[in-house]
DNA sequence: CGTTCCGGTTGATCTGGATCAAGGCTCGAT
DNA sequence: ATCGAGCCTTGATCCAGATCAACCGGAACG
């Protein structure tokens, strides 16, 4: 697999130029992690920044009681652990491989001596910490002020490319409903409620159709709560 | 009043040399906003940073039902609009002044343009933004994870510095419920069953003594859901 | 000084979504 | 092919916290 190629198709390194990325391609080791692997736990010293490959990391917390919130599912192109590298401080959350995953690892020291000798790649990733800062703010956003429909919505929305309409879903039902803090079975319910409503399709388990992006948009900014 | 010891007290720039310190000090502008006047709202473009030198300033999203939800209550040495700023990107929320209140602002041209100018700075920024990453995440876990009683005693926690046990509430109660994601009632009743079952103190409304840290402690992690 | 208004407390009631329970389906392992 | 073991769905019930409502006390203001 070819890091340099993987390096410019992620966010987080939007618009490097070729000689950054080459430099970051060397510093990189390759991982693979089977289905189910934890790949580092909440309070380990920081491994580095992984930057998704092939595959899906779930990168949740656990609860006292036991419940895991999934704050992150990240798919090719896709970076974790990236701030405990950067705020040097222990990782404070889990993650584990969904399937079979390949990633890349800029490990810590190597990624801060980088950042330290190399100021355009620092001001790029200070802006890329800055989108992922927006991203939370609006996770929380939705957790706080829509309720499961508005949620289930906008999520939708979200996953869905500009001018697309088809939805592949990224990982079981279950991982997406605790990422929306909601139980795998309202989530269940609640698309149910969406495909009576016309909004949507279910030709499989794992694609889902928007049919009136327009109505659901409603939907997601709440003004369709009760029927 | 002086900008340079307001710069230094302040957790973003922390440990910035003296000359840093003067080169930001000379950037910024005072502002002063009246009780209840909005700074700034969702979707303005970014002023700049702030940095609150007295008084309160409440960070908060509006949902479509008219609900608010405060994302965060910034005091003295505290900054808020920085995130809007460094990913130059319109502000994802509303800032209002709780009471009188003075900041110094350091306008989005002049810090952007510092920024590329002084890679030590970036580095500390970047630092920064990761803290401010991990502070959200807990906030959210707070929220997601923890019950009413368990997100009280936990932010009861964190209020104080080590050692104290007395916390000067910032704010008011229904601020820092909505911080929360509780009704005022709800965080009416939570402080009262913690009253009665001896773990805090109210001498007075503005102020809670905790009476037993460790008691406060496991109600936090959830380990006293039920008595 | 009243008086008005807003914040906080407390009580009564309601409800969205969780929890508990029971099948059916898929898919990997044998 | 057969057999689990998860996953998803659907139904029934429950509950933490919201909402509604009433009251109190103090600060702002004429």
Redesign the pocket.
Same mark, same amino acid.
């Given at each position: 697999m070819n890091a340099e190629r993987i390096i410019s198709g992620c966010g987080f390194f939007l618009r490097l130029d070729a000689q950054r990325r080459e430099r970051l391609a060397s510093l990189a080791e390759a991982r693979t992690f089977a289905r189910g692997q934890v790949i580092f736990r909440q309070g380990d010293d920081p491994a580095g920044l992984f930057i998704v490959a092939t595959g899906l990391v779930r990168v949740y917390q656990l609860g006292p009681s036991g419940?895991e919130h999934v704050l992150h599912l990240a798919g090719p192109g896709m970076t974790f652990g990236e701030v405990a590298v950067l705020g040097d401080f222990p990782a404070p959350a889990f993650a584990d491989a969904n399937r079979k995953t390949t990633c890349l690892l800029l490990p810590s020291g190597a990624l801060r001596a980088t950042l330290r000798s190399d100021h355009e790649l620092c001001l790029q990733v200070l802006g890329s910490m800055a989108f992922w800062v927006r991203h939370l703010v609006g996770l929380l956003e939705g957790i706080v002020l829509r309720?499961?429909?508005g949620r289930v919505a906008h999520w939708l929305l979200d996953q869905v490319s500009e001018g697309r309409t088809t939805i592949e879903l990224p990982s079981?039902?279950?991982d997406i409903a605790s990422h929306l803090?909601?139980?795998? =079975?309202?989530?269940?319910?609640t698309?149910?409620q969406l495909r009576e409503d016309g909004l949507i399709e =279910?030709p499989t388990?794992q694609r889902i159709v928007i049919k009136s992006p327009e109505r659901m948009r409603e939907v997601a900014e709440g003004f369709f709560p009760?029927v």
């Open positions: 419940k309720d499961a429909a079981q039902k279950k803090n909601l139980t795998s =079975e309202t989530l269940s319910r698309l149910r =279910e388990g009760r």
